[in-house]
């Protein structure tokens, strides 16, 4: 209770991890919300929620979305985020590279409580190269600390992204605007248009993030 009353004033440190990929990783209470941070970056349950949250909305998502693929899950703060504040059922395949953050998204955070779930320790480029299945809405949330490898930037990785997409399916792609280039998120918007109905970038979501959103993969690919 004395941690919950002083997270209102200011973050409550409560545990450390240490991820081979991420460093140091905390887990921290402010505003009686626990949540995942790095050393620069929100992982999960603080802004990052709220980002992808807008992202969401912005493609107005709805039941008409059955089978959605995570990429780069943190400690899946997505997951009731859709559950709750949409009310959806959908299956959902979460996937990390991380097994460190798998492991704090099911400790720390009881993510298995969640039917219609599958969490996948994997790289998700080579998850994406092996996928036969496809799915209606796919977010694009891969990140070491604060940074997109540069392989999934590349016009090869948003192709695998969009092969995989249901016919009108739909793709929702996480970036932060200090770590990643102006001239490279325009190539990659660029390249997406032929392909969906509506393609755009949302932009300084939450005053930290970019969201390169393609709604509705045209039928004829």
């Known amino acids: 209770m004395i941690n919950y009353l002083l997270s209102f004033l ?3 440190r409560l545990k450390n991890y240490s991820s081979r990929f991420s460093g140091n990783i905390e887990i921290n209470l402010v505003n009686g919300v626990k949540m995942i941070d790095t050393k620069t970056s929100n992982y999960s349950y603080g802004s990052l929620q709220k980002v992808l949250k807008s992202g969401l909305k912005a493609i107005k998502f709805g039941n008409d979305y059955r089978n959605i693929l995570v990429l780069g899950m943190g400690g899946g703060s997505i997951v009731p985020t859709i559950r709750h504040d949409f009310r959806s059922d959908a299956h959902i395949t979460l996937v990390d590279i991380d097994e460190e953050i798998i492991a704090i998204a099911q400790n720390e955070f009881d993510l298995l409580k969640y039917s219609n779930l599958k969490l996948v320790h994997a790289d998700a480029y080579s998850f994406m190269e092996n996928q036969h299945a496809s799915f209606d809405l796919i977010i694009m949330d891969v990140f070491i600390i604060d940074r997109i490898p540069e392989a999934f930037q590349s016009e090869t990785f948003l192709k695998l992204l969009i092969n995989k997409l249901s016919p009108k399916g739909s793709l929702i792609y996480n970036t932060m605007r200090l770590t990643l280039p102006d001239d490279i998120l325009l190539n990659m918007r660029n390249f997406l248009i ?8 949302l932009e300084a979501v939450n005053g930290t993030n970019n969201l390169l959103l393609a709604k509705e993969k045209k039928f004829n690919q």
């Open 194 to 201: 032929p392909e969906f109905n509506e393609v755009y970038v």
């Open 10 to 12: 200011y973050p409550v």
